[in-house]
């Protein structure tokens, strides 16, 4: 089957549209009610946690759920540095992104070391217990079960509690994020992450150095889920262990599937979808997680692929990869 | 010119020697096939040149460099480039996606570059998929650049392979098996695009194949193993008239 490519006019059409839905997203907070606007902004976290993890567990295919170990690691990085060291909380963004980038390159040694497939999901899930274990038993640090608070800051002159004032900048760090990330799937680097995970082998006789492909990519997820951690911390002003347990895991992978694994266009939807979905069924008191676990049980039967495929189906612009032709 | 020289190349696993001192040469614009039965460590030798399998002892040099102890991705950089017996095409990626991972190491700009969409790496990129669309336009391969690999026949995904392969313009090639699976037509096709890379583009060429009577017709010189070992070496001619080569592989002459 061939695959409907975007046509140049459908590639300027993308590129607009790219840029159309945050810049429209500036005018969100008129329009919300300091509840909404709070989820809203709790999606934005998700769409960079499920970003970072649809890269290993999609686009490299490597069986690995240390996704929320990086989300906890940049969460408490960020606490850490704000409240302990008093480093303001954009400057803490990017740590928390270099330690979320650390854990990754752990996670990508279990599978450099040859640890791949079942065992690999199994010692990515002890890391991300062994992570919670360290949150709550290294109290000096992390202030143990009580969590960490993050300080009062400003920010513009107007309080780091303002939602509006956080949604703009969780918008700012995830519209950056998800570009970055487009770019390079859209690269060589993007072609050579696919290549290990559909021939590992064969990926090497090409003169691609398969190790490093791999190491890079948890790094650049680890990185993306470490700074949607920072926001987190910011997000919700407290940091708590029980944030980053195995429920935390099991959500961002629905998202992920939901969406559509590989898929950045997924991501977001995916992220959204079950992100604005518990606050629908508010409605049918006793049976959210009935209604939540059949709208995510019926999307995967009727689309495995998830949404994204259906958008794809319905149209090229949302093919994620393309070729950047000369101009 | 001699491009590659493979010197007492061995491999031993845990007692049993699957590749036993074989040494040949390989020259610019030559095809040397390798024959030999099921066993014979033709494969073995494949994978100790291209790295995939350390040689427990020998050489392995290209144009004089050493190419030995270097891992699989290394020796493809410095040129020797190679297929899969069983297919190492992608499937999910399309036919373009496959040949542009070919031109992976000759694609400029680093992480940052691309992460960032500076201008040097999107015009390596695009001068890469214009090499890439040339490529598949010389084997009348440009209307499925869009197809899923996956759905390719048989022969047009050895075809696509090889494309992918060469698309480096790697000196050396190791072809494991190219025929094989492939109707009478698409073998012919396959032959006459190897003879067109040795004689046209001068690249030296080492083949697995069994098909005695296409290794007669294509090959400049033959490398016949058995057991791990060379049992002879010669033009097809001379094989032909081998005494342990009719003893060992073609059966009691």
């Keep these: 089957m061939s695959q409907t490519m975007p046509s140049a006019r459908q590639r300027r059409l993308r590129t607009w549209i790219f840029w159309a839905v945050p810049v429209l997203l500036l005018l969100l907070p008129l329009a919300t009610n300091p509840y909404t606007q709070f989820i809203a902004n709790g999606m934005l976290v998700s769409v960079l946690v499920t970003l970072g993890f649809t890269l290993t567990i999609g686009n490299l295919g490597q069986l690995a759920f240390a996704n929320t170990a990086f989300f906890g690691i940049g969460a408490y990085a960020s606490a850490i540095l704000a409240a302990k060291l008093g480093v303001p909380w954009l400057l803490t963004i990017p740590l928390a992104g270099a330690f979320g980038a650390l854990g990754g390159f752990l996670a990508s040694a279990a599978a450099l070391r040859g640890i791949r497939s079942y065992y690999l999901a199994i010692i990515t899930l002890a890391f991300g217990e062994l992570m919670r274990w360290g949150y709550t038993h290294f109290s000096p640090l992390t202030g143990g079960t009580d969590g960490t608070p993050m300080p009062r800051e400003t920010l513009f002159g107007i309080s780091l509690t303002d939602d509006t004032l956080k949604f703009y900048v969780f918008l700012g760090v995830t519209v950056l994020l998800v570009k970055g990330t487009l770019n390079l799937l859209r690269s060589r680097f993007g072609r050579a992450v696919m290549a290990v995970r559909e021939n590992e082998i064969a990926t090497a006789s090409l003169a691609i150095p398969t190790s490093r492909v791999i190491l890079v990519t948890f790094m650049w997820s680890g990185f993306v889920v470490g700074c949607a951690g920072a926001l987190f911390a910011r997000h919700v002003g407290h940091v708590f262990p029980e944030s980053f347990g195995m429920l935390h895991l099991i959500a961002s992978f629905a998202m992920v599937l939901v969406g559509g694994l590989g898929s950045v266009l997924g991501s977001v939807l995916g992220a959204v979808l079950l992100t604005a979905l518990p606050e629908y069924l508010r409605a049918f008191p006793g049976m959210e997680e009935l209604f939540f676990g059949l709208i995510v049980a019926g999307v995967l039967v009727l689309m495995p692929m998830g949404l994204a495929s259906l958008l794809r189906r319905l149209s090229p612009i949302f093919v994620e990869r393309h070729y950047r032709e000369a101009p | ?253």
């Design chain 2, 1 to 253: 010119m001699t491009l590659l020289d493979v010197n007492g190349l061995s491999v031993r696993f845990s007692g049993l020697t699957a590749l036993d001192d074989v040494s040949f040469t390989l020259m610019q614009g030559n095809v040397r096939a390798v024959i030999g039965p099921n066993g014979a460590g033709k494969s073995t030798l494949f994978n100790a040149i291209s790295g995939y399998v350390t040689p427990t002892s020998g050489t392995v040099f290209l144009n004089g460099a050493e190419l030995t102890q270097l891992s699989p991705h290394e020796i493809a950089e410095q040129g020797v480039r190679r297929t899969f017996q069983n297919g190492g095409l992608f499937p999910a990626l399309t036919v373009l996606e496959n040949v542009l991972t070919g031109l992976h190491a000759q694609t400029e700009g680093s992480f940052l570059d691309i992460l960032l969409g500076r201008s040097a790496a999107l015009k390596s990129e695009a001068d890469n998929i214009h090499r890439a669309r040339e490529l598949l336009k010389l084997m009348s391969m440009e209307h499925m650049a869009d197809t899923r690999a996956g759905d390719l026949s048989g022969g047009q995904q050895r075809i696509v392979e090889i494309v992918r392969t060469v698309a480096s313009d790697p000196p050396v090639l190791l072809l494991d098996e190219p025929a094989v699976g492939l109707s009478p037509v698409a073998r012919d096709q396959m032959m006459e695009i190897i003879r067109r890379l040795a004689g046209e583009k001068g690249v030296g060429i080492l083949l697995i194949e069994h098909a005695v009577e296409l290794v007669m017709a294509a090959a400049d010189r033959i490398l016949v193993m058995a057991a791990g070992a060379r049992i002879a070496e010669g033009t097809p001619d001379e094989i032909r008239e081998d005494r342990a080569v009719l003893e060992a592989y073609l059966g009691h002459a």
